[in-house]
């Protein structure tokens, strides 16, 4: 059946980059600086949109954080709901939470975690979420020699019943192989045009230059994801769609070049994930590099449950991973 499913995805790589920085999470009025008001026009709360901003760079803004950006279009989700995912898939007990408990004990494992969010910052509502692998890259060529394997339609509308039982959204995952987002993306469109359904790309897996995934790390270029991206604003500006999170995952600073061109819609939400393993010191060290020293829009922070503790010892806390300059609006456990 598909015991192709590479099992790589438990080997993220070694975090690497310069001494981290920890902020301490307080709350403050406003910055009398800051303009704040009620937009009904922009269908937000614009008041509370750049409250939840300072928030999450602990009510002190500086050069690069938070990202200033035209206000979201309306039904925005970030920042107005922190996001906790499970990832995984279906077919696989060692590609993450979602795939290795069973459907039940996995849903009721997410909503303990959310909880747990909940109660670490009670400013910031959680959203659950379900994020599935539906592109896996693959070590064998398979057929056209694109060394990814889609998953079937079943098993993506599996997830979206699951999602569904808990309020959950989903997110759509691509891992690409010697493929393309050109090919990937368009293939999921049945999918994205639901309201509760987002996008993932993982340039860990985009392997430009023939190598067989898994055997070197990936990369994609701001083309690739500002390709991604006005896809989805054109998806969600032509159907009237509510707009799309797009999560980007990150560990190293050459999975993703030329950061500084990455464009932004209003229609499309950017979330940089940091998806490196180890112990709180080198998660933190990776942070730091290649989210918070290269910013784009929000920040993401992946919690691997068994890596982190065999490789680091420790599997992060919300209250410590609350503290990050920024602090993430978007949460992933593996």
Request: aromatic share 8%.
């Amino acid at each position: 059946m598909f015991g192709g499913l590479v099992s790589c995805f438990d080997l993220a790589g070694p975090n690497i980059s310069g001494p981290g920085s920890i902020g301490k999470t307080i709350m403050v009025p406003i910055p009398d600086s800051v303009s704040a008001t009620v937009d009904d026009s922009l269908g937000i709360d614009s008041m509370l949109y750049e409250q939840l901003t300072l928030h999450l760079v602990h009510n002190a803004p500086g050069p690069r954080w938070p990202v200033r950006t035209p206000h979201p279009s309306p039904g925005s989700l970030l920042p107005f709901k922190r996001i906790v995912a499970f990832y995984g898939n279906l077919y696989s007990t060692g590609m993450g939470i979602l795939g290795e408990l069973p459907p039940q004990q996995m849903l009721q494992q997410l909503s303990i975690e959310v909880r747990n969010w909940e109660q670490a910052d009670s400013l910031i509502p959680v959203q659950p979420a379900l994020h599935y692998i539906a592109v896996t890259a693959q070590c064998n060529p398979g057929p056209g020699a694109k060394y990814r394997l889609r998953m079937p339609g079943t098993e993506i509308e599996k997830v979206l019943a699951l999602a569904r039982q808990i309020n959950a959204i989903v997110f759509l995952d691509i891992q690409v192989g010697h493929s393309t987002l050109q090919e990937e993306i368009p293939a999921l469109e049945k999918y994205l045009l639901m309201p509760d359904v987002h996008l993932g790309i993982d340039p860990e897996y985009s392997m430009k230059y023939g190598q067989v995934p898994c055997t070197a790390i990936g990369t994609f270029d701001a083309a690739d994801i500002n390709f991604a991206s006005s896809w989805l604003a054109s998806l969600v500006e032509q159907r009237q769609l509510p707009p799309k999170i797009l999560v980007v995952h990150r560990f190293t600073q050459a999975m993703v070049t030329n950061y500084k061109a990455i464009k932004l819609h209003p229609e499309v939400q950017i979330v940089m994930n940091m998806d490196g393993f180890g112990s709180p010191a080198k998660k933190l060290d990776s942070y730091k590099g290649w989210i918070a020293n290269q910013p784009v829009q929000f920040a993401g922070f992946k919690l691997f449950y068994k890596n982190d503790v065999v490789t680091g010892k420790h599997l992060m806390q919300p209250s410590e991973v609350l503290k990050l300059y920024p602090s993430p609006i978007y949460i992933q456990y593996q």
